[in-house]
């Protein structure tokens, strides 16, 4: 069954440092998405993309936030100087569409993110 | 600002048991609705979609959508103890051109054998 996956699993990195997590979404899907989870919070929405552009994103999603397709396959969010507070599982997603059925949304298994 | 409430539980039911877990929305014209499991330390995976008012079933799962109300829930029949997880309702609005969805807090559910 097709699924997302994402890289690495675990990324331990200092504060101001970049980092790239990366996501290969389901192949025929054309949807993707960032979502993160501070631990014992809610899922919060960080920003969507298709056709090469972001779609929606939140306020979460600033300046330090940046989303891209860099091939055919792969979708990466990069945190240009990390903080503390980015501390948190991030997942993508990807669906086939935003209406009907197409827009149910599958999760890779996450990239838990550690800022020290 | 768009809300999704559900009790955080935990909500305990012995194996066998029917678990029912409720999720209310804020806004009225949402559209799509989604029921995602969240075992610990892991990623929500998707259990349920409901578009339109009524029960859709699929295996032990039913989900139930009342619009009017506001109100959706997801009933979890012959409960197992692998059943035992944190239920993630998610509700995408209306007119909403980027898929965002709208995450409860959840509802963790304990199934006792």
């Known amino acids: 069954e097709p699924e997302v996956t994402q890289t690495p699993s675990h990324q331990v990195t200092q504060m101001g440092q970049e980092v790239i997590l990366r996501c290969v979404p389901i192949?025929?899907?054309?949807?993707f998405y960032w979502y993160r989870q501070i631990l014992g919070q809610k899922v919060e929405f960080l920003v969507s993309f298709y056709n090469n552009e972001i779609s929606e994103k939140s306020e979460i999603f600033d300046d330090q936030f940046s989303v891209e397709r860099p091939d055919g396959s792969n979708f990466t969010l990069k945190i240009r100087s990390t903080k503390l507070e980015d501390s948190a599982m991030y997942f993508c997603a990807s669906s086939g569409g935003w209406s009907g059925t197409a827009n149910e949304q599958f999760f890779g298994p996450g990239t838990r993110l550690t800022v020290l | 600002q768009k809300e999704v409430e559900q009790n955080s539980g935990p909500l305990s039911v012995p194996e066998g048991a029917i678990a029912s877990l409720n999720c209310t929305y804020s806004?009225?014209?949402?559209?799509?609705f989604f029921w995602y499991r969240q075992y610990s330390g892991k990623s929500p995976e998707l259990i349920m979609s409901i578009y339109s008012n009524g029960d859709k079933e699929d295996g032990r799962f039913t989900a139930q959508l009342n619009k009017a109300s506001q109100y959706v829930s997801l009933l979890i029949r012959d409960s197992q103890p692998s059943d035992s997880a944190t239920y993630l309702c998610a509700v995408l609005p209306l007119n909403n051109q980027g898929g965002k969805l709208i995450f409860g807090q959840g509802t963790e559910l304990s199934v006792k054998p």
């Open positions: 192949s025929n899907h054309l949807y």
């Open positions: 806004d009225r014209v949402s559209q799509s």
